[in-house]
Every structure is written in C-alpha cells, then in structure tokens.
C-alpha cells in the first residue's frame, strides 16, 4: 500500500495520545444514527457508518479501527472476508472518507472541504478469525470552522454481498455464512488537533453493531477485544 504521502501529511503528528473532552463517535447501520442490529439478506449491500457529534475544536486527521467477529460461533465466514485473499474479495468492499449522498445534508463529512490523504483496509486474521477495517484520514490544512451540535460523518463501510449466501457457500461461487450473527466494534478511535497536533481519544458512545444478532449472542462487543493503536503504529504497520 502506497502511503508516502499520507505520512509526509501526519510527519508533524505528536505520538502520544491525551484524553478528548466530548468529542463523541458512534457506530449505526444505514446512516449516522441508524440501528444497531441489522438484518443482512444474501444477494444486498449494508452500510455501516462511524459518525462523531461534539468536536468544538479544530482538528488535521482521525482514525476509526473496527474489529469484527463471530464471537463463540468460531471463525468469520466467507460472506464476511473482504481482504484480498478472501471470498468475497476487496472490490466488494467501499470504504468511504466522504459523507454520501443519502447522508451529507444531515451529516456532513468530519474534514469538510479539507484536502488529505487516505488509509483504507480491510484485512483477515488466521489466527484470531477475525477481520479489522481501518479508515486513517490525514489532512494537513485542518478543519478550522466547527459545529459541536453537528454530527459530522467519519466513516462508511460498505459491504456488497452479492455473492453471499446463507449456510454453506461454494467458494468462489458463493460465500456462505451470512447468516451467523457477527460483531463490529470500535477497538480505536482517536482524533488530531490541529493546534498541537497532539492525538486524543474520541469518547465512544455506540461502541458496537450486530448483523443478524437481535439478542446480541455473540456479546459483543466482548467478541472483539479493544486494540490500542497510536498514529506511530499505524505508520509503521502500513510502511511500504
């Protein structure tokens, strides 16, 4: 992954984190304040969005890290793996920096009109059975005029199951599993400001969504451990 300019972008970012004061993220299906469970059919998309409210200050980057699992019902199936190596595959997933269409009116995007540099990805742990999806949004300029009443948009993840199926699938035919409930949890989540460039914690309010879990049977968001992960790290995982 070609990241040269995004770090050049984050060269002056201060590498330890401090606490935020009510800079609020959440988690939501469908739009910035949608529901917490969603039922997925086979053969539809499902959006799920990270939308912050309360930012008062002026701020050059965040990052939003999710970790989803399937809890006790062991690994995350083919219907859920859009790494590179995965059924479903990376084309199937979107991963937006930029509030929608359907949203932007109600939910404008976190860096407005800023110019910046991306990290995306979507990735399969073996060893775990679980997959991470990342957005790192770097934007040198900065954001100067905010809202805290606002809810901004930061993130959407949009999965494209058109080959997925309930049960078992016939990869690469089709991926199955879609039916087993899984789990998607804010593991870090931080924010920079722009006038220290110190890195600070978003305060997580919906830390979690469930696919096809109503009665959350997979615990979550006990189904995937928080991570901590600094602007640092994060450089360093996706150095080329």
């Known amino acids: 992954m070609k990241v040269t300019r995004f ?8 590498m330890a984190a401090t606490s935020a004061s009510a800079q609020t993220i959440s988690l939501s299906w469908d739009g910035c304040t949608g529901p917490i469970n969603k039922a997925i059919a086979p053969a539809t998309q499902a959006s799920l969005y990270a939308s912050a409210i309360g930012q008062s200050v002026p701020h050059s980057g965040y990052q939003v ?6 809890g006790a019902n062991g690994p995350m199936r083919d219907a859920w793996r859009f790494d590179p190596s995965g059924c479903e595959g990376s084309s199937f997933i979107t991963i937006d920096h930029l509030a929608p269409a359907a949203v932007v009116k109600t939910c404008p995007s976190f860096m407005q009109s800023a110019a910046g540099v991306q990290i995306k ?6 060893l775990t059975g679980k997959c991470q999806a990342v957005l790192a949004n770097g934007y040198g300029g900065g954001v100067t005029t905010v809202n805290a009443a606002q809810r901004y948009f930061l993130a959407r993840f949009l999965f494209d199951f058109s080959f997925a199926v309930n049960g078992a699938g016939d990869p690469p035919n089709t991926c199955g599993g879609l039916d087993v409930p899984v789990c998607a949890h804010i593991t870090r989540a931080t924010w920079i400001s ?22 959350n049977s997979t615990g979550c968001p006990g189904a995937t451990p928080t991570k901590s992960t600094t602007w640092g790290s994060l450089k360093n995982t996706y150095r080329n």
């Open 194 to 215: 722009l006038s220290d460039t110190a890195e600070h914690q978003f305060v997580i309010g919906q830390e979690f969504v469930t696919s096809n879990d109503a009665a």
């Open 121 to 126: 990805d979507y990735s399969y742990d073996a």
């Open 7 to 14: 770090l050049l972008a984050l060269a002056v970012v201060g």
């Open 65 to 70: 890290w999710l970790l989803l699992g399937a």
